[in-house]
Antibody
Framework: EVQLVESGGGLVQPGGSLRLSCAAS????????MNWVRRAPGKGLEWVSD????????SYADSVKGRFTISRDNAKNSLYLQMNSLRDEDTAVYFC???????????????????????WGQGTTVTVSS | QSALTQPASVSGSPGQPITISCTGT?????????VSWYQQHPGKAPKLLIY???NRPSGVSNRFSGSKSGNTASLTISGLQVEDEADYFC???????????FGGGTKLTVL
């Protein structure tokens, strides 16, 4: 069964740090780009960061740039999100998600590749509060 | 990085059809056939419903369909069922330094 399981969430004070993990199973993790997406209370989904299959190409939303770091360990089938200098507005459920854009570039995709996220974890809750 | 525009809420009765719109720009929805739709029940993971504007993944009911006209994409649910009550999000590729953008989400209520 294809599965993503997040962990590492919790309560942290403003300015603090947390490291989220996402364990993948049931598919060849090293072949896929991966993402972190969050949903704050009462808000919609917000893309946070992505990383390509080898870890060589990374991007971040402006709201987290310079504070969050995405990484992966393909030998351990794991994705990570190091979150520093946390703010109240970072409070959210954080999801890891697999995307199928590995064969895409500049909006064009080879057959069988798509700009979508086809597998999601159940999420881990991060609460930033004093 | 403004979100795509969706209605905050829609409602319908069992058996009726409903449509949810998703409006963007020529840099995202209007410029590429990379619109996807997700369903999220409370406390659950989002689920991919539609990809590449109009394609359904295996296992998704054919009551769900997608389309696009200009800068606006649409998700139509025919024959509403009680279990369709959930939040729905659109997403699109965007030609910028960050490729992913989501809509603000639409809460569907089945009356």
């Amino acid at each position: 069964e294809v599965q993503l399981v997040e962990s590492g969430g919790g309560l942290v004070q403003p300015g603090g740090s947390l490291r989220l993990s996402c364990a993948a199973s049931g598919f060849t993790f090293s072949s896929y780009s991966m993402n972190w997406v969050r949903r704050a209370p009462g808000k919609g989904l917000e893309w946070v960061s992505d990383i390509n299959s080898s870890g060589s190409i990374i991007s971040y939303a402006d709201s987290v740039k310079g504070r969050f770091t995405i990484s992966r360990d393909n030998a351990k089938n794991s994705l990570y999100l190091q979150m520093n200098s946390l703010r109240d507005e970072d409070t959210a459920v954080y999801f890891c998600a697999r995307d199928r854009s590995g064969g895409c570039s500049g909006g064009s995709c080879y057959p069988g590749y798509y700009y979508d996220m086809d597998v999601w974890g159940q999420g881990t809750t991060v609460t930033v509060s004093s | 990085q403004s979100a795509l525009t969706q209605p905050a809420s829609v409602s319908g009765s069992p058996g009726q059809p409903i449509t949810i719109s998703c409006t963007g720009t020529s840099s995202d929805v209007g410029g590429y056939d990379h619109v996807s739709w997700y369903q999220q029940h409370p406390g659950k993971a989002p689920k991919l419903l539609i990809y590449a504007v109009r394609n359904r993944p295996s296992g998704v009911s054919n009551r769900f369909s997608g389309s696009k006209s200009g800068n606006t994409a649409s998700l139509t649910i025919s024959g509403l069922q009680v279990e369709d009550e959930a939040d729905y999000f659109c997403s699109s590729y965007r030609s910028s330094n960050t490729f992913w953008v989501f809509g603000g989400g639409t809460k569907l209520t089945v009356l």
